[in-house]
């Protein structure tokens, strides 16, 4: 009995003994710096973001900041991912690393050097390194006609503030929109620190020209309703020296042609030449004597078009052209 207990005693201390021996190098090849690097790199080509999110010591993110780019999706729907990676150099200073990596990203070779923070060990015995940064590296969009981003195929808030990333990525930004479309843009972020500004300019889809087209003639059956020379709002009118009698009428001869420009972030209606047409019967300032008239009244139509989410606001030149 004594014997065996000596056995195990012995036993005990040669396996503390080759653990105490092993951690040290352990900690240098397993646990290193490097070792960490080349997880969070793995994790990022294999979809994997909350791995990489785990392998961060980064700046909390508020509730109010977008995090929907921070998802195995988005890194599922990259353009390009960080291939053939190298570690090119580690320095270490106490709890702190440097490590040098390199790597290809789309179609070049980049190079990024990550900072690295000693945490608690596993089970006190095991080195753990978390890649630290101050800033989150951040897609700026600047959008107009969406509320949301298209990121690698997933729907992203576009005024809710800069949009945070992982790094290195590509991404492909647009949108599409009912009413508005827009290029898709990739930009390749590549370090904590980049703030990649995007800017998205919208393009009408045939729904939105649909859409003005139809508000276009609501507006205009509205003023051919009318029956007065100058109708209220409307972009014609007709204009004599006779006095008319009673009631004139409306009708439209040629309607405008619906075309959408977009310069820039603005929206319009390229204008159209249109012809109306006014009738009614008038006295004659010099004879006094009644005749009927039917006369044509050419004008040109143009329009600021507003589209707001899923809303189109049309609004037609203030300035009237008379006929007579």
């Not at 015995?125 to 590296?137: C, K, V, Y």
């Amino acid at each position: 009995m004594v014997g065996r207990a000596r056995a195990l005693l012995i036993a005990g201390l040669l396996i503390i003994a080759l653990t105490a021996g092993a951690v040290p190098l352990l900690n240098l090849t397993v646990y290193s710096p490097a070792r960490a690097v080349d997880a969070y790199f793995a994790a990022l080509a294999d979809g994997d973001a909350a791995a990489a999110l785990g392998m961060l010591s980064a700046p909390p993110l508020s509730e109010r900041t977008p995090q929907n780019a921070l998802t195995d999706k988005v890194l599922a729907g990259a353009p390009a991912v960080p291939e053939h990676v190298q570690i090119t150099n580690t320095e270490r200073d106490g709890d702190t690393a440097r490590v040098r990596v390199r790597y290809n990203l789309g179609s070049a070779t980049r190079t990024t050097d990550l900072t690295l923070q000693q945490g608690p060990a596993t089970w006190g015995l095991f080195e753990r390194w978390a890649i630290a940064f101050d800033e989150w590296p951040q897609l700026s969009l600047q959008i107009s006609g969406s509320g949301t981003a298209d990121v690698n195929g997933v729907d992203v808030p576009a005024g809710d503030g800069p949009v945070p990333v992982l790094f290195p990525m590509g991404y492909n930004i647009g949108f599409n929109a009912e009413y508005l479309t827009s290029e898709v843009k990739q930009v390749m972020v590549t370090g904590s620190s980049d703030d990649m500004g995007v800017a998205l300019q919208p393009t009408p889809t045939p729904a939105l020209t649909a859409e003005v087209k139809r508000q276009i003639e609501e507006h205009l059956a509205g003023c051919v309703r009318a029956t007065t020379l100058m109708p209220t709002g409307c972009t014609f009118g007709y204009e004599t020296e006779n006095e008319i009698i009673g009631e004139v009428s409306w009708r439209m001869l040629e309607d405008p042609q619906v075309s959408l420009r977009s310069t820039g972030s603005q929206l319009s209606l390229v204008r159209s030449p249109a012809v109306a047409e006014v009738s009614g019967t008038y006295r004659d300032s010099v004879t006094g004597f009644e005749f009927d008239f039917r006369e044509k009244v050419p004008f040109t139509l143009g329009a600021e078009v507003i589209v707001t989410g899923d809303e189109v606001r049309v609004e037609t030149n203030s300035g009237a052209e008379l006929g007579g």
